[in-house]
């Protein structure tokens, strides 16, 4: 039986996210309050970059194409499950699908083993 997606929301207020496997958790405070999502990766993205731009999108609330190039410190903001913006503080974990696709642009763009460390797919 798959395992849910949890996430932990930042203290304050705290709490936690737990979505189905398939599904990316999200927890976003703002101004001490949480917002609690569990998005479904849109089922007509098919390609490795797609999908973890919209993912991106999603945990940055700021909308990227879909063949928009993914940079090292974005990888770096998936690979580390949280992302802070002004007075907002953004937690996030990815479900296998999009934890996949992360691997595969780090494999195809041949970076160092350091960063293919920080995304661990168990």
Not at 97 to 119: D, P, Y
């Amino acid at each position: 039986m798959p395992i849910n997606n949890v996430c932990n929301c930042p203290h304050p207020p705290g709490g936690q996210v737990v979505c189905e496997p398939n599904q990316m958790a999200v927890c976003i405070i703002v101004n001490g309050q949480a917002r609690q999502q569990c998005l479904n990766p849109p089922d007509e993205i098919n390609n490795a970059l797609a999908l973890v731009t919209w993912a991106l999108s999603e945990i940055t609330i700021e909308r990227k194409r879909s063949y928009s190039s993914i940079t090292n410190q974005e990888i770096r903001i998936l690979a580390s499950g949280e992302y802070n913006f002004n007075n907002i503080s953004v937690t996030f974990s990815l479900p296998q699908k999009i934890k996949t696709a992360l691997e595969e642009i780090i494999n195809n763009r041949g970076m160092s083993s350091g960063h293919e460390r920080e995304v661990e797919t168990s």
